[in-house]
């Protein structure tokens, strides 16, 4: 999480920008946060640059609907979503490249990726024009 939102951080403008960490799935019990959940904001917090203005939120339900009505009701430019190096996207996340108003940017973390495979293809599932 810390390098996709040190990555994010390059493209913030301080004071006109806001970086919203969302967490999905983020309680153990109704109203208390996991501790997965926690270190990920801490993490993410750390990460940030200098004065940047950050905002928690966490969500208790999937993915796809809850990022979807944050974006919209954040007014978010854009959505960025993560996932290891060797892994493909997940089903969720062609869900959320199709239902998503914004624009859905995937950070893959290519430090997790072995020495052997230097670029995994990203399908396109849907195009907008």
Request: charged share 25%; with cysteine; hydrophobic share 45%.
């Amino acid at each position: 999480v810390s390098l996709m939102v040190e990555y994010a951080c390059r493209f913030l403008t301080f004071p006109n920008d806001v970086l919203i960490l969302a967490k999905t799935r983020a309680f153990d019990k109704p109203g208390q946060p996991s501790m997965r959940t926690n270190r990920m904001m801490v993490q993410a917090r750390m990460a940030a640059c200098g004065p940047m203005r950050v905002e928690e939120r966490m969500y208790a339900g999937k993915v796809v609907p809850e990022l979807c009505q944050a974006a919209k009701t954040e007014l978010a430019d854009i959505v960025m979503v993560s996932t290891a190096g060797e892994m493909p996207i997940s089903k969720e996340t062609e869900e959320l490249l199709l239902a998503a108003k914004s624009s859905v940017l995937i950070y893959r973390n290519k430090e997790l990726m072995t020495t052997a495979q230097d670029s995994l293809p990203i399908h396109v599932v849907g195009e907008v024009e």
